[in-house]
């Protein structure tokens, strides 16, 4: 089994920042893509950003410039710090992870969701 633990939402002023956190943890893995999507009330959820294993990134253009996904291999951890955060930033922000579970036999690739942390940016 894989847990992913999200950390790092909150409530912040318009032009403030916040740093979220994204550990992946349990069975024997390899990480393929980590990400992070968001959902407002009434809306789809959408992409905000990844990153794949090469360290290639991609972002939805709304976020462009302001926020940045990293990653931490030793740790299997994801971040993505968000600066001059705007209130339509305000979310469910979810953590994904296309991960390979590695096994002595078999391989098992699939997507993991973490529970989502709530980010309110106030006006």
């Known amino acids: 089994q894989v847990q992913l633990v999200e950390s790092g939402g909150g409530l912040v002023q318009a032009g403030g920042s916040l740093r979220l956190s994204c550990a992946a943890s349990g069975s024997r893995f390899s990480i393929n893509v980590m990400g992070w999507y968001r959902q407002a009330p009434g809306k789809q959820r959408e992409l905000v950003a990844a990153?794949?294993?090469?360290?290639?990134?991609n972002y939805t253009e709304a976020v462009k410039g302001r926020f940045t996904i990293s990653r931490d291999n030793a740790k299997n951890t994801v971040y993505l710090q968000m600066n001059t955060l705007k209130p339509e930033d305000t979310a469910v922000y979810y953590c994904?992870?296309?991960?390979?579970?590695?096994?002595?036999?078999?391989?098992?690739?699939?997507?993991?969701w973490g529970q989502g942390t709530q980010v309110t940016v106030s006006s």
């Open positions: 990153i794949t294993s090469g360290g290639n990134t």
């Open positions: 994904k992870a296309d991960l390979t579970i590695v096994r002595m036999l078999t391989t098992t690739r699939r997507d993991y």
